[in-house]
């Protein structure tokens, strides 16, 4: 079976910086696109970035400029650098993949547990 595990969230002052980690394992045949999302209390889950295969990204702009979506195919790990971090990006941020099991499967999206980005002073 497919596990993603993030890791790198905590605690962190307004400005700082985090750096998320997200590595799928189990049986994995290819991983497509990669992304992140996050939901903060009483709000829909947003997309935060996203990444192809080929290493093309996209932001949400509220993210623009602060965040930077990265990935090593050989690791099947995607990061999330945050820099310049703002109250206002304090959620639960989830990795989620495209990922076939098979050589004839289809792309499906594998979603992580999770990790809490706290941004306060």
């Known amino acids: 079976q497919v596990q993603l595990v993030e890791s790198g969230g905590g605690l962190v002052q307004p400005g700082g910086s985090l750096r998320l980690s997200c590595a799928a394992s189990?049986?994995?045949?290819?991983?497509?696109?990669m992304g992140w999302y996050r939901q903060a209390p009483g709000k829909q889950r947003e997309l935060v970035a996203t990444i192809t295969s080929g290493g093309s990204s996209n932001y949400a702009d509220s993210v623009k400029g602060r965040f930077t979506i990265s990935r090593d195919n050989a690791k099947n790990t995607v990061y999330l650098q945050m820099s310049s971090l703002k109250p206002e990006d304090t959620a639960v941020y989830y990795c989620?993949?495209?990922?076939?099991?098979?050589?004839?499967?289809?792309?499906?999206?594998?979603w992580g547990q999770g990790t809490q980005v706290t941004v306060s002073s």
């Open positions: 189990g049986s994995i045949f290819s991983i497509n696109a």
């Open positions: 989620n993949a495209a990922i076939s099991v098979t050589a004839r499967g289809i792309p499906r999206p594998y």
